[in-house]
């Protein structure tokens, strides 16, 4: 493809191939070397090309958070086991995961009786069994049946519902992948919220059940979750393409480099200290700040406090140059500023296609990110 990155329409967002495979192939080597399974989550990238990626270097298969994702990976050409990491409840949203659960090789995730009922008696319907997780809330308080008994005693009634089969666990601990930064003090809690899964595998194994899969994890916890006894397997999915926030995160930011870009055009420069963009609100996302965080991108190519950005309605971003900004350094009208957004997941989903590019700005590959 003959295209640079200087000539792509702004704003956009461009992946830099080689770190994004670099990347990959840390992540996957890392769980070689302790032994534990690599399930990545594609709610980072929603694109069979990535996915493809990840499975070339060793992962045994995809997780999924919408049906949308579950869709573009199975209609994309990926066949290998795809574990979809939510729940569905409405009849047409069954109907939709079990056209998928057909045709791929599709996992679902319970977390009550009711669910399970209704997700079976449609299966049942259409000649299916439907392989199953039981999930485990181990403190995130967002969906999971309580551990210990409570979680086993489902996961067997479930088990003993026609048109289900048990395969094993899933406890994510996504309360803990940002909001530690320091490593150690992130591991403790890791450790303590795991215990509630391990408690849950211990009790499965009294009723009987074998809970093959146990699976836990994300970018912010996986060299702590993937060591914890009883967990099969991880999922994370950010370490990608990383980001503003998960760069704060000790050890992280050095594990893996940011990949992914938002690339924008100067259009008009006020005054010394104040230049306009063309990046706002429908450009990137920046809900971060609603949960305490620091939710701004970030300039490439600046020191923290050169350039600070703000946004100024749907279309303009007002970037504030410091002081002490040199003047050759500072932005011009018509120039292209590459930011690192806040969070990776809510950018790329604002997104129809990104631009994967090799050294040099090379485009190598305009690829569309499917079904957002
Ligand atoms: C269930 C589940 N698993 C895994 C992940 C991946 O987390 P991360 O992108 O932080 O690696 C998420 C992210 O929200 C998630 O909800």
Redesign the pocket.
């Known amino acids: 493809m003959n295209l640079n990155i200087e000539e792509i329409p702004t704003p956009s967002i461009v992946i830099d191939l080689d770190i994004l495979e670099e990347n990959i192939r840390k992540m996957a080597q890392y769980c070689r070397s302790v032994k534990c399974n690599l399930r990545p989550?594609a709610?980072?990238h929603k694109n069979p090309f990535v996915a493809r990626k990840q499975i070339e270097a060793g992962a045994v298969g995809l997780?999924c958070?919408t049906l949308e994702e579950v869709e573009a990976l199975v209609l994309g050409g990926v066949n290998s086991e795809i574990l979809f990491?939510?729940m569905v409840s409405t009849k047409t949203a069954i109907e939709r995961l079990l056209t998928l659960c057909k045709n791929g090789d599709v996992m679902i995730t319970l977390d009550s009786l009711e669910n399970g009922e209704n997700l079976a008696r449609a299966a049942r319907h259409r000649g299916l069994v439907l392989d199953f997780i039981l999930e485990v809330n181990v403190g995130q308080n967002r969906t999971g049946s309580e551990p210990g008994e409570e979680a086993a005693s489902l996961a067997f009634e479930l088990s003993r519902t026609e048109g289900l089969r048990f395969r094993g666990l899933?406890g994510?601990e996504?309360h803990l992948?940002?909001s530690i930064p320091e490593f150690d003090k992130r591991k403790k809690e890791v450790h303590s919220a795991l215990s509630k899964l391990q408690k849950s595998i211990e009790e499965a194994r009294k009723l009987g059940l074998d809970p093959e899969i146990v699976t836990a994890?994300?970018?912010?916890t996986?060299n702590i979750t993937a060591e914890v006894p009883g967990v099969t397997e991880i999922?994370?999915?950010?370490?990608i393409v990383m980001d503003a926030r998960?760069n704060l995160i000790d050890t992280l930011g050095r594990d893996f480099k940011n990949s992914l870009f938002l690339i924008s055009s100067v259009v008009s420069t006020r005054g010394d200290d104040r230049v306009i963009i063309d990046m706002g609100w429908k450009a990137c996302s920046l809900e971060y700040q609603i949960i305490g965080y620091d939710g701004m991108p970030k300039a490439v190519g600046y020191d923290p406090g050169e350039i600070t950005y703000s946004p100024g309605g749907d279309e303009h971003g007002i970037l504030k140059i410091a002081q002490g900004v040199e003047a050759s350094r500072r932005p011009k009208l018509g120039d292209r500023i590459k930011f690192i957004p806040s969070h990776?997941?809510t950018t790329v989903n604002l997104y129809s296609k990104f631009y994967g590019v090799r050294k040099k700005g090379e485009v190598e590959i305009v690829c569309p990110i499917a079904r957002r």
């Open positions: 989550h709610k980072a997780c958070q990491t939510n899933m994510y996504g992948q940002t994890g994300g970018s912010g996986y999922q994370p999915g950010s370490y998960y990776c997941d």
